[in-house]
């Protein structure tokens, strides 16, 4: 029988009966556990950790059910909750958002940086998960799938931006992957910099007469 044609959950190898009621599984003495075969010695340590998770549950009180968000210690849902949850691992936790909107920039150029760092620019990746039907090719290189971090540090025709850019600046920098990572080693540079000012600010501001010509 091929195995997309077997009944995993009914099979003699399934521990449990998976139809099994509440009030076959639970007595006021505790949990009772309806094996349908013993266990090979290989299942013994996975089937005591099981248990053992089980028997944290405690005493089932006979209150009407009714479901619980487990995301925060007030089991309150919250939709804004529910998607940092689910996007953990999309954006690093620890990341200053905040700092964005600390700075003295325009408003409206705080803005764009955050879409830029929530990587949710109107790219080509992010319109056709919109559902909207694009070529996902790059609009200015057409080489390689347009995405926000492809589209504004690694384009061909971006990094030469970025070059003649650094360049009129007299700037070391190397191109980073993600935007998120960009704007740190930003602010990383910045705090130096505000440093070495509070640490000699004459030298600071010689530099900056040598800079403009004088």
């Given at each position: 029988?091929?195995?997309?044609?077997r009944d995993l959950w009914?099979?003699?190898?399934?521990?449990?009966?998976?139809?099994?009621?509440?009030?076959?599984?639970?007595?006021?003495?505790?949990?009772?556990?309806?094996?349908?075969r013993q266990f090979y010695d290989w299942e013994i340590?996975?089937?005591?950790?099981?248990?053992?998770?089980?028997?944290?549950?405690?005493?089932?009180?006979?209150?009407?059910?009714?479901?619980?968000?487990?995301?925060?210690?007030?089991?309150?849902?919250?939709?804004?909750?529910?998607?940092?949850?689910?996007?953990?691992?999309?954006?690093?936790?620890?990341?200053?958002?905040?700092?964005?909107?600390?700075?003295?920039?325009?408003?409206?150029?705080?803005?764009?940086?955050?879409?830029?760092?929530?990587?949710?620019?109107?790219?080509?990746?992010?319109?056709?998960?919109?559902?909207?039907?694009?070529?996902?090719?790059?609009?200015?290189?057409?080489?390689?799938?347009?995405?926000?971090?492809?589209?504004?540090?690694?384009?061909?025709?971006?990094?030469?931006?970025?070059?003649?850019?650094?360049?009129?600046?007299?700037?070391?920098?190397?191109?980073?992957?993600?935007?998120?990572?960009?704007?740190?080693?930003?602010?990383?540079?910045?705090?130096?910099?505000?440093?070495?000012?509070?640490?000699?600010?004459?030298?600071?501001?010689?530099?900056?007469?040598?800079?403009?010509?004088?």
């Amino acid at each position: 029988m091929e195995i997309n044609q077997r009944d995993l959950w009914n099979e003699p190898k399934c521990f449990f009966k998976i139809k099994s009621s509440i009030a076959e599984l639970w007595t006021k003495e505790g949990w009772r556990y309806n094996f349908r075969r013993q266990f090979y010695d290989w299942e013994i340590p996975r089937m005591a950790d099981f248990i053992n998770k089980i028997e944290q549950f405690g005493e089932l009180g006979a209150d009407e059910d009714e479901l619980q968000w487990k995301g925060d210690e007030k089991n309150t849902y919250k939709v804004s909750k529910a998607y940092m949850k689910m996007n953990h691992n999309l954006q690093p936790s620890n990341w200053p958002w905040k700092n964005i909107w600390k700075t003295k920039m325009p408003h409206k150029v705080a803005c764009f940086v955050w879409l830029l760092a929530k990587e949710a620019m109107l790219t080509q990746e992010n319109l056709m998960k919109r559902g909207i039907i694009l070529c996902l090719r790059c609009f200015l290189c057409r080489e390689q799938a347009e995405t926000v971090n492809h589209l504004f540090l690694h384009c061909r025709i971006t990094r030469q931006l970025w070059r003649l850019f650094l360049n009129h600046r007299g700037i070391t920098w190397s191109i980073l992957g993600k935007i998120t990572e960009a704007l740190t080693s930003w602010e990383q540079a910045g705090l130096l910099a505000k440093k070495q000012v509070e640490d000699s600010p004459s030298k600071h501001l010689v530099d900056n007469m040598e800079g403009e010509g004088f």
